[in-house]
């Protein structure tokens, strides 16, 4: 009777291993890792660059002038000049926050572009390689406050060479009303870096003049 029950036994045994092995009894599912999400492996707390606006001219600061100007060239201008001025005016156009438009305008804003040569001295660091700003021009009147920018953008034509649609952006820029910047991505740095397209932080200056108006 031992000997039967202790075969029983071991035939159970093996008939177990046989059934494991070969599949016959079901595998119990086996415990997955927990899953990691890509929020758990990164920062969760993520936060917008803050874009700080170039800074915009005193005279334009507080002003509510109209996005649309009217421009002409200047008597003399070259027209490689003026190409290069056409260049930056569409890069501005393109913005939808100014719509600079070639012609004349009796009551609205102007933006005239032309030249001038002005030699720097021999022991001078830095050239001047042009001009441009904003003239206001504020008119009361029983109807309220008209503010109006008769604008001006300059190349100056004693290093030609050195001029390109950055000095042109940078020029038209100070016309619209946006002030040096620090930053050298920046179209209105100081020192010429050769950066003819705008920076958020020049667009973000450009909307804090023009967004909204018309």
Not at 113 to 133: D, I, N, R, V
Request: net charge positive; glycine share 8%; no cysteine.
């Amino acid at each position: 009777m031992k000997f039967k029950t202790r075969f029983l036994l071991i035939l159970l045994i093996f008939a177990g291993i046989f059934a494991w092995r070969y599949g016959v009894f079901p595998q119990l599912p086996q415990p997955s890792a927990p899953a990691i999400s890509a929020s758990q492996t990164s920062s969760e707390s993520t936060t917008s660059a803050h874009v700080t606006a170039t800074p915009v001219e005193s005279i334009v600061s507080g002003k509510s002038l109209s996005s649309t100007y009217h421009y002409q060239f200047q008597k003399g201008l070259s027209t490689a000049n003026q190409t290069l001025f056409k260049q930056a005016i569409a890069a501005y156009n393109r913005t939808g926050l100014v719509k600079l438009i070639a012609g004349t305008s009796k009551n609205g804003n102007t933006l005239t572009l032309g030249s001038y040569s002005k030699p720097m001295p021999a022991s001078a660091q830095t050239f001047e390689l042009g001009h441009g700003g904003p003239q206001i021009t504020e008119t009361w009147s029983a109807l309220g406050t008209s503010v109006v920018n008769h604008a001006s953008a300059q190349f100056n034509v004693a290093y030609q060479s050195r001029l390109s649609v950055a000095v042109a952006m940078h020029e038209l820029g100070h016309a619209l009303g946006l002030d040096h910047s620090t930053s050298k991505t920046s179209v209105m740095y100081p020192v010429d870096q050769g950066v003819s397209q705008l920076s958020a932080e020049d667009l973000a200056g450009l909307k804090k003049i023009y967004e909204s108006k018309k």
